[in-house]
């Protein structure tokens, strides 16, 4: 799993804010085009990898460590831009580029059990960030301090009980829910994959401030690595719920 959410330390407004003071006297500033256009740049990369990870998958197969090797590598990319937020533009295309390749793996997998899951997942994927886009734009869903509030101690959770999990898998012991096909392990999945959308309205409302409070231009990098965060995060985990549902066929 990657490290998630636009309280996925990556998107702060207080990131921004301090960022854009050394601004406030000259040079260039950070634009939403500019930021669009990064995002695009980064989820091109996430998608190149994915096809060739998926090709190698089919012609000699993925061994499992090297995948499972990945979203801890990932992780650390992540804390790093989150502590050197000037590096961005050149970690993040690293960051997408591995994530790519674990996404490119972990789809062919599933796809040779449940094929058609890979192209539905990716379908659901953007529908969600289009209908996120759509609510936000409209003010039909507002990032009040409220519901920030909730979605950050939700997505701390989650990152927790998953962190808990992955440790305890060393010990031979696997915690309910994340991997149970039963109906309380579907009732989790549709609650993750929610929090991870609600997220994005998050990511949105903080790349508009970004872009208010007239942020350094390098900090569109910042911004659209948030995004792809989220974006991948909530991949996988429609990847996961789906692959649950089809598992109960």
């Known amino acids: 799993m990657s490290l998630f959410s636009s309280n996925n330390p990556a998107l702060k407004e207080e990131a921004f804010m301090q960022a854009a003071v050394p601004q406030a006297v000259e040079g260039p500033v950070m634009t939403l085009n500019g930021t669009i256009a990064k995002s695009a740049l980064l989820l091109g990369i996430v998608l190149a990898f994915a096809v ?24 650390g990319l992540a804390f790093l831009i989150v502590f050197k937020k000037h590096w961005a533009a050149y970690i993040a295309p690293i960051y997408c ?42 003010r039909v869903i507002r990032a009040t301090e409220r519901f920030k509030s909730i979605i950050l101690t939700a997505t701390f959770g989650i990152f927790c009980y998953y962190m808990v999990s992955f440790v ?26 929610i929090i ?14 970004g872009v208010a409070y007239g942020a350094p231009k390098n900090m569109e990098w910042y911004a659209a690595f948030g995004l792809a965060v989220t974006l991948i995060w909530l991949y996988i985990e429609i990847l996961r719920l789906l692959s649950k549902l089809n598992s109960r066929n």
């Open 168 to 193: 305890l898998q060393f010990f031979g012991v696997e915690m309910a829910l994340i991997h149970s096909t039963g109906t309380a392990g579907i009732i989790f999945s549709v609650l993750v994959v």
């Open 52 to 75: 060739f990870s998926w090709d190698l998958f089919a012609v000699m197969g993925v061994p499992l460590p090297f995948l499972m090797s990945i979203p801890l590598i990932g992780v």
């Open 97 to 138: 580029a591995l994530q790519g390749l674990f996404l490119g793996g972990v789809s062919g997998i599933l796809e040779t059990k449940f094929p058609g899951i890979a192209n539905q997942a990716m379908l659901l994927t953007f529908t969600v960030f289009g209908s996120m886009l759509l609510l936000y734009s409209t």
């Open 196 to 209: 991870a959308a609600m997220n994005l309205i998050l990511d949105f409302d903080t790349i508009e401030q």
